[in-house]
């Protein structure tokens, strides 16, 4: 910013010091012809000695007009010389042109040089920083007067402000940061794309031919940017599909621990049975049994 100032002040003063040549006039110009004659008239009037003392009086009046040219002719050059002096003085060192890759840094820092913002209509986009408001000022009838608040104002800041009777400090406070806030970043912002401008003034002007190479950068980082982009737009779909695989793993896990639940229960189910089978089994081998016994036993005595 400085720098920027320092050039335009610069400038300025070479424009106001445009030196103007002043030529005085010799000892020939200042009497005419015709005084030249009417002095010969007057020597041959008055006689010698008259005509001498006009003589010299010519001649000391054209070496006085001599030295006063030869002042003047020399005071220009040193008023030029000095002003010159106090130029470079009063004007910052000689501002350094930034590397390539410095420039680069500013560009990508400020959103404005690598971003393209879509053009707007809205009349706030324009004067974003107030907006106005209607205020009831109570009375009877009611008078309402225009308040123009900061832009970014709550709007619960906003509909008390629209009602006076429930203004509070509170309020009051929101409003003021609000405002501040906005114009310490715009400030900020555009501070920022003043350097960045300066920068890449110097840069072209100690570079006058590079301006097609610095096209040609510039495409480069924007290619660059555009395929940063497209990554890190592929990579966020790569994400989200594998979010996708790893809920459809997790309901595939679901559903098997599901299942081997069933199966476990079934399991449990076929072992009971299976008790329950062993124990009938138990029983009808031992009613099998007794039945042998009294078969054994009828025989017997059928036999005796």
């Known amino acids: 910013m400085n720098d920027l100032k320092a050039g335009l002040l610069r400038r300025h003063r070479k424009r106001l010091y445009d030196f103007i040549d002043l030529e005085l006039p010799s000892a020939k ?26 003589q010299s009086d010519t001649t000391a009046f054209g070496d006085a007009l001599a030295v006063v040219e030869t002042r003047g002719s020399e005071r220009v050059p040193d008023v ?5 002096a106090s130029d470079e003085k009063s004007s910052p060192a000689a501002a350094v042109p930034p590397s390539w890759e410095k420039l680069m840094e500013m560009l990508k820092g400020v959103p404005c040089f ?59 406070v929101e409003v003021v940061v609000a405002g501040i806030r906005y114009m310490m970043r715009t400030r900020e912002q555009l501070f920022k794309r003043l350097k960045v401008a300066e920068a890449m003034r110097v840069f072209i002007s100690h570079h006058p031919r590079g301006i097609e190479e610095l096209h040609s950068r510039l495409e480069k980082v924007e290619a ?9 737009a592929d990579g966020a779909e790569q994400l989200s599909r594998a979010e996708e695989e790893k809920w459809v793993v997790r309901a595939e896990t ?3 621990k599901k299942e081997k639940e ?43």
């Open 224 to 232: 660059e940017l555009a395929a940063a982009w497209k990554a890190v």
């Open 114 to 172: 690598t971003y393209a913002e879509t053009p707007s209509t809205r009349m706030s986009d324009f004067f974003p920083l107030t907006k106005r408001v209607s205020v009831n000022m109570g009375g009877d009838p009611p008078a309402f007067v225009k308040v123009q608040l900061p832009f970014g104002t709550l709007e619960s800041a906003v509909s008390c402000i629209q009602h006076l009777q429930e203004w509070a400090i509170h309020e009051t």
């Open 254 to 256: 679901d559903t098997l």
């Open 29 to 54: 110009k200042v009497c005419p012809e015709r005084g030249g004659e009417d002095e010969a008239l007057e020597a041959d009037t008055l006689g010698p000695s008259s005509t001498a003392a006009a």
């Open 80 to 84: 030029s010389i000095d002003e010159e």
């Open 262 to 304: 069933a199966l476990e229960g079934q399991v449990d189910e076929v072992g009971q049975e299976n008790l329950q089978l062993k124990k009938e089994m138990d029983e009808l081998r031992a009613n099998l049994v007794a039945q042998k016994k009294e078969t054994e036993t009828l025989q017997a005595s059928l036999a005796a």
